[in-house]
């Protein structure tokens, strides 16, 4: 039986090998990549297939300095969805999730990187999820906690909206540093949880409704194709056409 960490592995390298059979990753294409511990084995198996030489010219949009970081290993061109080269739009983007519900909607955020996520994933034409099947749930909301990523002079008053929309709310506290967690973006995050399932794109929309938030960790809005790999190595593959 595989480990967490192999189907991690496991489920990055599928995605990226048969995303590229099937034509949508390709050469000359704008890519957006995504942050995490299932993130970063794409981009190795991505940076493998450009050093080989299956790919060229792929010019990519990063989520975090942690991606920045590894495309830098790699020799992968990094831009911003401002440059003239990828002009506000990505031909797909591929991140891991913190749980994936039957409809594929998705949690992410457990990096604190999900504004810069959603905002390239949601510029991108298709947008790829992968997985390890422990992140397969019924329900969103109840178990892995939904991160909100607020402006620090807003703390209280988000809490309390928070709070009416049926969450309780915590800051997130750093991990070997003292005080709270601060984002690529320099703000907060607060982690939200709910006694039961909530409906997620509504949810989705009325978060960010609420002044003094940046962006939420739910995913409804736009569809992926998901790659989730199973203890038994074999991956599941939902929507892909």
């Given at each position: 039986?595989?480990?967490?960490?192999?189907?991690?592995?496991?489920?990055?390298?599928?995605?990226?090998?048969?995303?590229?059979?099937?034509?949508?990753?390709?050469?000359?294409?704008?890519?957006?990549?995504?942050?995490?511990?299932?993130?970063?084995?794409?981009?190795?198996?991505?940076?493998?297939?450009?050093?080989?030489?299956?790919?060229?010219?792929?010019?990519?949009?990063?989520?975090?300095?942690?991606?920045?970081?590894?495309?830098q290993d790699w020799d992968i061109p990094v831009y911003t969805l401002n440059d003239r080269a990828i002009d506000g739009e990505l031909?797909?983007?591929?991140?891991?999730?913190?749980?994936?519900?039957?409809?594929?909607?998705?949690?992410?955020?457990?990096?604190?990187?999900?504004?810069?996520?959603?905002?390239?994933?949601y510029s991108a034409k298709t947008f790829v999820v992968i997985a390890d099947q422990s992140?397969?749930?019924?329900?969103?909301?109840?178990?892995?906690?939904?991160?909100?990523?607020?402006?620090?002079?807003?703390?209280?008053?988000?809490?309390?909206?928070?709070?009416?929309?049926?969450?309780?709310?915590?800051?997130?506290?750093?991990?070997?540093?003292?005080?709270?967690?601060?984002?690529?973006?320099?703000?907060?995050?607060?982690?939200?949880?709910?006694?039961?399932?909530?409906?997620?794109?509504?949810?989705?929309?009325?978060?960010?409704?609420?002044?003094?938030?940046?962006?939420?960790?739910?995913?409804?809005?736009?569809?992926?194709?998901?790659?989730?790999?199973?203890?038994?190595?074999?991956?599941?593959?939902?929507?892909?056409?």
């Amino acid at each position: 039986m595989m480990n967490q960490s192999e189907q991690k592995k496991l489920a990055a390298e599928t995605a990226v090998d048969t995303l590229i059979e099937k034509g949508l990753i390709f050469s000359g294409m704008k890519i957006g990549l995504g942050t995490g511990s299932t993130a970063m084995p794409a981009v190795d198996r991505l940076g493998w297939h450009i050093k080989e030489g299956h790919l060229k010219d792929v010019k990519a949009v990063v989520t975090s300095f942690q991606t920045q970081n590894r495309c830098q290993d790699w020799d992968i061109p990094v831009y911003t969805l401002n440059d003239r080269a990828i002009d506000g739009e990505l031909d797909l983007a591929i991140d891991g999730a913190d749980e994936i519900d039957p409809d594929c909607n998705c949690i992410k955020g457990g990096g604190a990187a999900h504004v810069r996520e959603k905002i390239v994933e949601y510029s991108a034409k298709t947008f790829v999820v992968i997985a390890d099947q422990s992140k397969i749930v019924n329900d969103i909301g109840t178990k892995f906690l939904v991160p909100v990523e607020i402006i620090e002079g807003a703390r209280v008053p988000v809490m309390k909206a928070m709070a009416k929309l049926g969450a309780t709310c915590v800051l997130r506290e750093g991990v070997r540093k003292a005080g709270p967690v601060i984002t690529d973006n320099g703000n907060q995050i607060l982690d939200c949880h709910w006694e039961k399932p909530i409906n997620v794109a509504e949810m989705e929309d009325k978060i960010n409704q609420i002044t003094g938030v940046l962006e939420n960790g739910l995913f409804s809005k736009k569809t992926p194709v998901c790659f989730i790999a199973k203890e038994d190595g074999t991956v599941e593959i939902r929507n892909l056409k």
